[in-house]
Structure formats: C-alpha cells, structure tokens
C-alpha cells in the first residue's frame, strides 16, 4: 500500500514499512503486518511488518556478530565518528519529511516536528563530539608499585525500546550515545509511531554503516520487545515509556541480568506564587502541557497556583484555552494536533469525565466540526482540583491541565510530592531564595525556576520515584550506560607476592 503526503510544495510517499535487519529491509518471517493508521482521519496510511520473537532473533544475532567479528568494534574512534557526524548530516538532508512523516504518524503539529528533527541531527552530533572529546578513563598511581588505569569498554548489543510520543527525537538521543561509543543496536520502535523510526534505518543504511550495526525491529511490545528484553545476548535495555512497562521490563530482564535504563512517567507540578512574572508563568504553564498534544512526559499537568493570583490567573488560562488553534498537523499555524489513536483519546476522555464526578469544573474549548474524524481533545482545564483526586495522580497524558489552589510554601511543596512520580517541576517566584528552596524539596530529577522546559543536552535527564531510574544525556549516557569502565592494573616494580607452597 502506498500513500502520498502533500504538504505545501513536498510530497512524500508513505510506502508499507520492512524491518531492517543486517542491513537488508524485510518482510519478516512471520511476513505478517498490521495497520498504521492516521490519527487525523483514523484511516489506514501504510502497513508495516509485524517483528516477533524469531526476527529479534535475527537481528540480535546480526548485530552480535557486527560487534564481534565485523569491521565496527575494530574501527578506531575517528572512523567511527565519520559516520556519527554522516547520520546527522543526512538528517539535516531530510529534515523537512522527517518532520511531515512525524506529524502525520502521531498527530503532532508540523511546527513542533520540525524541531524535533533539528534536534535529533545535533544528538548525533554532540554524542559524536562527546566520545571524541570526553570518553576517556582516570588513573590511579599506588606508590612506585602500581598504576591502574580505566578504559571505557562499549557493552555489545544493546536493545532499545521507545514510545510514541516523541519518537524521532528519543530514538536519535538513545541511538547515538550507543553507537557513537562503539555497541550495535536492535531498536524496536513503539507500534504507533514506526515512520520516523523507518527513516533513520534507511538514512543509516544511506550512511553506509556496515551491515548488523543498527537494526529496527518492528512490532508490539509482549512480543518483539518482550523477546528483546529476555534475549541472553542483549548486554542493556535502555528503555522511555510507562511506568508500568518499565516495571515489567525489569522483572523480564533479571534472569538475563540486563543493565537497564528507565525513563518513565510523570505527574509534574508547576508552582506558581504571586511575586512571579505573572505573564512569563502563564505563558510557560500553557505551553508545558497544550505542547505535544499533551502528551510529554514532563508536562506540567498539576499547576499549583497561590490563591492571590488564583482568579485572574484562571480567568486568562480560560482565554488562552479558547485561543489555542486546532486543526490539521500540517497546517504550520496549528498548535494543537489530535492524539495518537482512539484508545489513547478514549483513556483521555475518560479521565476528563471522572474529573467531574470528583468535583472539579471542567473548561474546555471547542474541536471544530471539520476535525471531528481525528481523536482530538480540546484543551481542557480541570478547575477547583485538589491533589488526592485521581486527576491529579494519575497520568492523563493529554492536554489537560488541574488547577489546584495554595496558600503556603509549605503546603505547595507538600502537595507536590504527595504522588507517586517524580520526573520534572517548574517554580515560578521573583524571590530567588524561596525558588532555589522549593526547587531543593520538590522531590523530581529535573526542577526548572522562572522557565519552561527548556533542554541543555549536557544535564542528566530522567526522574526519581516512580519516573525512572538512571539518567540519560551528557556524560552520564556515555559513562553510566553505554559503556562500562575497565580496569588494568600494571606492576611497575618488584612489589610483594606470597609465596604460597614454596620450601622455606
Ligand atoms: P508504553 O510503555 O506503552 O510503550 C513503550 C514501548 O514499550 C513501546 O515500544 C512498546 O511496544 C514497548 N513495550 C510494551 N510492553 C512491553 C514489554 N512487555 N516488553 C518490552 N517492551 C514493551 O509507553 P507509550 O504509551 O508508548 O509512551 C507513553 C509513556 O512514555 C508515558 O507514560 C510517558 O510519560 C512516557 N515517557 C517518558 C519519557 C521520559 O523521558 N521519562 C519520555 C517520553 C515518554
């Protein structure tokens, strides 16, 4: 099946989609596939290869024998980079249908995908930079006796699995810290999202990275995935989704003994107090959850607003609600897309309902009769929330934000924390010591003060309690996951040895 895009003056054909497996795209051995639909009209866009249990096999396998025997682990770091940087370089080459083939997979507006694309060729790039510059090991002089040195090994084969939220942009950021340090790769992709995940599998393969060295296996998560996490050859599992798959994931990874990464859910608060730039907050607390859909991990989906700024703070997140353009991801003006697929717009919808049992007012603008096909969800306020209703402590993963009134630091800081994640938070405050304090004692990996979520790419990212475990980005990517130190400890001189079993 094929389909053509048409965007402005580009048109992109969407064909079915193979798995890339030892440089070679296919079918698949079970040559069966399922459909990936379009969540602007929910119709059919392509169909892609189903990857199971044999076929990550087969690429774990290929990229085994890639790192073993194949030209990659004997390259040296210089080689290697050359095709790191030739990755990026091919990204920028193709930003512009990167971009188109992200926003109609997922529904994200074409003006929040183009970013996404920029961003990921400087994920090749700065890890490429990274490895070059940093990877480097310490060493340890004992006396006149000894000197012990560390290298940093790469693991091997590393499984990489992702969602479908974000996909080109977290894909890149695990990809290239893992090959960047020299490991090969099997990236099963989320089932919702393969696009994006097919185009870097045919830039790599245009970047003429030897065969097995990345691969892309296709296909649902209690099976591809599944097989990928419990395959006895798979040295890492670096994995972003829910909470809940990553507890799986760790179970199904013990009797394999996997290194494992988590980046997880999130619940985030934003704090708002009423010495803040009332303006700069209300524009940060719009875009950190109407953004995406909704559907980002650090969202600020609980804000947290003082109750002497509380009405006129509603009353313009009522108007700016309102204001939001929905429509068509490819339209560049639009800002709010529908979401990935009706049962995720079935789960959101859900919660939207179970706020009004629990109490709250619920505000939301209108999706215009000519999108009804899509699984949009207006922007939504859930007012009058407090935070031990179930609106408040689960993910939603929507673009519903609850408003929730304080009085005190305390009770703010409290509040914040009484739930079980702990990924991002933002505070907003013109008194820099009370913005450092609450930023200290709100339990999350990431706290931002007067912004946004705005990415630095060498900061540790991930997130505490029920978010994750491990970082990702900067050094910690290439020095905590990607390789693993080695030590080498070297005489220098006629130092002690017993002498067990010789004649005195
Ligand atoms: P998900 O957990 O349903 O799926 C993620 C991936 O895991 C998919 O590729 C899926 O096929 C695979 N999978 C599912 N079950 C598996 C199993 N048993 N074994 C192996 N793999 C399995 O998540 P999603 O719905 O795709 O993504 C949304 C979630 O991701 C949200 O909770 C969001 O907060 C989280 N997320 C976190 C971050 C972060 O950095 N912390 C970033 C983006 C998204």
Not at 1 to 17: G, L, R, Y
Not at 198 to 212: F, M, R, T, V, Y
């Amino acid at each position: 099946m094929q389909t053509t895009i048409t965007h402005e003056t580009k048109q992109v054909k969407v064909d079915d989609v193979k798995l890339y497996i030892n440089g070679e795209f296919t079918g698949g051995q079970g040559k069966t596939s399922y459909a990936n639909r379009s969540p602007f009209t929910n119709e059919t866009i392509n169909n892609i290869a189903e990857g199971r249990k044999e076929d990550i096999e087969e690429a774990v396998k290929a990229a085994k024998e890639a790192f073993e025997q194949g030209p990659w682990g004997k390259l040296k770091v210089k080689e290697r980079l050359v095709y790191i940087n030739r990755i990026a370089d091919l990204i920028d080459e193709e930003a512009e249908e990167i971009a188109l083939l992200e926003s109609i997979d997922t529904g994200l507006p074409i003006s929040q995908t183009k970013n996404q694309a920029a961003r990921a060729a400087e994920n090749f790039r700065f890890y490429a930079r990274m490895v070059e510059t940093k990877l480097h090991g310490e060493s340890y002089p004992v006396d006149e006796d000894f000197i012990n040195y560390t290298v940093y090994k790469p693991l091997g084969v590393v499984g990489l699995i992702t969602p479908w939220n974000a996909p080109f942009m977290l894909e890149t950021w695990k990809v290239a810290p893992a090959l960047a340090t020299g490991n090969t790769v099997v990236l099963k992709p989320a089932e919702l999202s393969p696009l994006t995940a097919n185009k870097l599998a045919e830039i790599i393969h245009k970047a003429d990275l030897p065969a097995g060295v990345f691969n892309v296996v296709h296909g649902f998560g209690e099976t591809a995935g599944d097989a990928l996490v419990k395959h006895p050859d798979v040295k890492a599992i670096s994995f972003t989704g829910e909470t809940t798959t990553g507890s799986t994931i760790i179970k199904n990874s013990a009797d394999t003994l996997k290194k494992t990464s988590m980046e997880l859910g999130g619940k985030s608060p934003l704090i708002i107090f009423d010495d803040a730039d009332f303006d700069r907050a209300l524009d940060a607390a719009v875009w950190g959850i109407f953004s995406f859909n909704g559907e980002r991990c650090t969202a600020n989906s609980r804000v947290f607003v003082h109750k002497n700024i509380k009405d006129k703070f509603v009353e313009k997140l009522k108007e700016r609600v309102l204001n939001i353009k929905i429509g068509d991801p490819l339209d560049p003006s639009t800002e709010l897309g529908p979401l990935i697929e009706t049962e995720h717009f079935n789960k959101v919808k859900h919660y939207i309902e179970l706020a009004k049992e629990e109490g709250c007012e619920v505000f939301q603008a209108v999706v215009p009769e000519e999108l009804k096909a899509g699984n949009y969800v207006p922007p939504t306020l859930l007012l009058n929330a407090t935070n031990d209703m179930r609106v408040c402590q689960e993910e939603i993963f929507g673009p519903v934000m609850a408003v929730i009134e304080f009085e005190t630091e305390e009770e703010a800081i409290q509040a914040a924390n009484d739930v079980r994640y702990g990924l991002a938070g933002y505070v907003w405050t013109n008194d820099m010591k009370k913005g450092h304090r609450v930023a200290h004692a709100v339990e999350a990996g990431m706290l931002w003060i007067n912004s946004q979520n705005v990415r630095d790419l060498r900061i540790p990212f991930g997130g505490t309690k029920d978010s994750g475990i491990g970082r990702e980005g900067g050094h910690y990517a290439i020095f905590e996951f990607y390789t693993e130190p080695k030590v080498i400890h070297v005489a220098l001189g006629d130092h002690h040895i017993p002498q067990f079993g010789k004649k005195k």
